[in-house]
């Protein structure tokens, strides 16, 4: 069975930013208006723009116009969101006070905070926790969150830290994947010849393809195959269904 949305894994965060450019019609702006920085929307839409193959704006002497593409495309994404937020707003239940805000990553809310939110909300005695979720650590205003989890902790150096757990760093595929591909579980070397998926980083402090061969003494190819995502939930899903050009990914433990 064909699953659905499968064009919209990876770029949900970037569709909110693009909307935001093509409505005002400029990167800062819309940088203004949902807290970015302006790189992070240009690489927010460069990202998309080569997703979709097309230009969402023209560029023009440091000016830039919302193509025919990008207005549609805007148009689409404020639809869909407005149902979206209009339907949130129905079914979530009023809450007195704004509550505790926590930011962390994608990653780190589905793959560790999930599993733990009910205890989590229960030490806090039911207080609502508000979640400021990005995969760009560079993006958070800390001055607007009550607690981060982040891996850097240079942008926030004088407040306190409390270390959670060390990171492990590792190579991960579906069996089906490697049953495919055998051959892979035999050597570093091996994987260079595999489908990787790599996350957009930025200066999120992930690490890296390039990063980890580089650690066991190896070049990734400038030809490898690899396919971007800017959403690490998206990534992992991708990884677990094990299609060739998208079967392995880079991981975390936390031990």
């Known amino acids: 069975m064909e699953k659905r949305f499968q064009n919209l894994s990876g770029s949900l965060n970037a569709l909110v930013v693009a909307e935001s450019a093509v409505r005002h019609a400029s990167f800062t702006a819309a940088a203004r208006e949902l807290g970015l920085t302006q790189p992070s929307v240009s690489r ?26 990008g207005r549609r495309l805007a148009d689409a994404v404020s639809l869909g969101f407005s149902h979206v937020e209009a339907a949130m707003e129905e079914l979530a239940p009023s809450a007195a006070g704004e509550g505790i805000v926590l930011a962390c990553s994608f990653g780190f809310a589905d793959q560790w905070l ?66 495919r591909h055998p051959h892979l579980a035999d050597s570093v070397e091996a994987l260079l010849t595999a489908d990787l998926l790599q996350f957009d980083v930025g200066a999120s402090g992930f690490l890296t393809w390039p990063q980890w061969f580089a650690r066991f003494g190896h070049d990734l190819p400038t030809d490898s195959r690899q396919r971007v995502f800017d959403a690490y939930p998206f990534l992992t899903r991708a990884a677990e269904d094990g299609q060739e050009w998208r079967s392995v990914g880079v991981s975390w433990s936390t031990g």
Not at 114 to 128: H, V
Not at 145 to 173: G, H, N, Q, T, Y
């Open 44 to 69: 927010h839409v460069a990202t998309l723009e080569d997703r979709i193959g097309q230009p969402l704006f023209e560029r023009r002497n440091n000016r830039i116009r919302p193509s025919a593409a």
């Open 114 to 179: 999930l599993p733990r939110f009910s205890s989590l909300q229960e030490a806090l005695g039911g207080t609502r926790i508000r979640m400021a979720t990005t995969d760009w650590q560079e993006d958070l205003d800390l001055s607007r969150v009550d607690a981060a989890v982040v891996s850097d902790l240079s942008a926030a150096a004088d407040r306190k830290s409390i270390p959670l757990f060390a990171e492990e760093v590792f190579p991960v595929c579906s069996p089906d994947y490697l049953q």
